[in-house]
């Protein structure tokens, strides 16, 4: 199968343009033990033509925004900093962007790529991270 064609620029921009205020929600596992639930903004920053099963499709490289989180999810990132950049955390949030944008392409599976130096937190949620208390 051939390389397909790029997503234009233009309709990037268009998508960016509709997301960018919107705040989504992730809720499930973000290791084998540990579920969370928490707020993200994202935009698509590129894309990427790779190989899946085979065959060559456009992947969106995107940028994730942490905004806010749950309680269980802000003591897990108080301690454990690198939950939200884990392989299993990485890939549940790609099927969840894919999803959002579906809507963007007619509703067909969108392809995603986040790289774990594009998943960054609000400086609000840093704070609310730094601060919360471990109650015993």
């Known amino acids: 199968m051939d390389r397909p064609e790029p997503i234009s620029q233009k309709k990037i921009d268009k998508i960016n343009k509709v997301i960018k205020d919107m705040v989504f929600t992730y809720k499930g596992l973000v290791s084998d033990w540990a579920k969370a639930e928490f ?17 060559w499709y456009n992947f969106l490289i995107v940028s994730v925004l942490v ?25 549940n949030l790609n099927y969840s962007i894919s999803d959002e944008l579906q809507y963007f392409f007619d509703g067909d599976y969108v392809r995603i790529n986040i790289e774990k130096d594009n998943v960054r937190l609000s400086d609000e949620f840093q704070m609310k991270i730094k601060n919360t208390k471990l109650d015993i």
């Open 39 to 55: 707020k993200y903004q994202f935009q698509i920053i590129g894309q990427k033509p790779m190989i899946s099963v085979g065959d």
């Open 67 to 91: 905004v806010d989180g749950s309680n269980n999810t802000t003591l897990f990132l108080k301690y454990m900093t690198t939950l939200l950049t884990e392989y299993r955390t990485l890939r």
